[in-house]
């Protein structure tokens, strides 16, 4: 992590909603100075601006830099790559992944070039397949390469139970683990409010329309917003990830990680319960699966593997 005779430095490759409001939002909590860098450089110049701007107005210090030149983006101690195809409405995120694919290679390779001892934060989509991509292509450790994946879909699980149950989210333990897509596992029997399982609290048909909702709580946002794909809990969730690893926080996360023979899972990044610090992956964390969970998950990982079966046979 970075020196203590150096300021923290984080950089943001690609300037759309995504990646803009992970900027904001870690300006806002001063995690590191910022750079945002994009294909379009003057587009990621005029959102620097604007929200070094805003921080000056919340009298923050922060700065953020638009750049084109990932030069700029030289000895950053964490690189989120955002940079890829949206989805529409009608499109799953598996729909992405051959254009997506040859973005993440790219974006990699040159964000390593720049940066050799960074952690890699992949949110593109498919993001399981692109955290694998981006650690084949970029050199680094396991613990080094982290897709965001469970951090979002677990809050989306606690949002729509407290909505059923009219009850505050921070109330809600609730974790969703395997894919980042409608084969995600959200562990029904691990989920707790204010302690008391989730099974005691609803019918099991209301968690499981709860557990659909949850797959497909993505497509939901697409198919309302028409013209493209959710940014603000996406940014939050990517921001959560980050100041665990920029502030050392040792938390564990629901993350896409690469697993070497836990969860009976080898050499495929899979969304595990990970213990998160400054080194990136401090620790996968076992936790003890139903047996409906752990039928759900190895239906999921067989997904992920699937899907990037399908990548490399058509390279």
Not at 234 to 243: D, M, N, Q, R
């Amino acid at each position: 992590m970075a020196e203590r005779n150096r300021k923290t430095k984080l950089s943001i490759i690609g300037a759309g909603n995504v990646g803009s409001h992970v900027a904001v939002y870690a300006a806002g909590k001063g995690l590191a100075d910022i750079v945002l860098l994009d294909q379009n450089a003057d587009k990621a110049k005029g959102i620097g601006l604007d929200i070094t701007q805003a921080m000056a107005m919340a009298s923050n210090d922060r700065v953020v830099i638009g750049t084109g030149d990932y030069a700029d983006t030289a000895d950053s101690d964490v690189v989120v790559i955002t940079a890829g195809l949206a989805r529409k409405p009608g499109m799953s995120r598996d729909d992405l992944l051959e254009a997506n694919a040859g973005i993440v290679r790219a974006v990699a390779r040159d964000a390593v070039k720049h940066s050799p001892n960074c952690v890699l934060v992949v949110v593109t989509n498919p993001v399981n397949t692109m955290a694998q991509l981006a650690y084949e292509v970029s050199g680094l450790p396991r613990e080094r390469v982290i897709g965001v994946s469970g951090v979002l879909d677990s809050a989306r699980f606690k949002a729509f139970i407290a909505e059923a149950l009219s009850v505050g989210a921070s109330r809600i333990d609730a974790m969703v683990l395997g894919d980042h897509g409608a084969q995600m596992v959200p562990l029904v029997d691990h989920c707790l409010v204010d302690g008391v399982s989730i099974r005691e609290l609803m019918p099991p048909e209301q968690i499981a329309a709860i557990v659909n909702r949850v797959r497909h709580g993505g497509s939901e946002i697409v198919e309302l917003l028409k013209t493209g794909s959710a940014y603000y809990a996406p940014g939050t969730a990517t921001v959560e990830l980050l100041e665990c690893i920029l502030k050392d926080r040792q938390v564990t996360l629901p993350c896409a990680v690469y697993l070497e023979g836990e969860y009976g899972v080898d050499g495929l990044y899979v969304g595990v319960p990970t213990l998160i610090g400054a080194v990136g992956v401090e620790k996968v964390i076992r936790l003890h699966l139903s047996e409906a969970e752990q039928r759900d998950f190895d239906l999921s990982v067989a997904h992920i593997r699937e899907r990037l079966e399908v990548l490399r046979s058509k390279a």
